[in-house]
């Protein structure tokens, strides 16, 4: 995969911030990005897609993100079919 978070740092947002442990995750626009290209790459975490409940506009943003992430010359249309599915199964009439 290219750079994780895409933006960096700035893809964390602090969960915890005590004295002695400070936890942080991933951000919604960066969990939805990991959990797509789960969905893509291994066929799995649809669950969790359909649970993250992603926007149409959501989707699309993360499609260039995604298709950077395989050299396969396959992988932008596999992508692509695989988002478009996500879309249709949340409703989002693609």
Known sequence: ???????GASGWSA?????????????????????LFALCDRGTDLPDCIALAPTAAELVECIPWLV???????????????????????GHGV
């Open 1 to 7: 995969m290219t750079s994780y978070p895409p933006d």
């Open 15 to 35: 969960s915890f911030l005590g004295q002695v442990l400070q936890l942080s995750t991933l951000g919604r626009p960066d969990l939805l990005k990991s959990k």
């Open 68 to 90: 950077l992430q395989d050299g396969n010359e396959q992988w932008p249309g596999h992508v692509r079919a695989t988002v478009s599915d996500l879309a249709r199964r949340l």
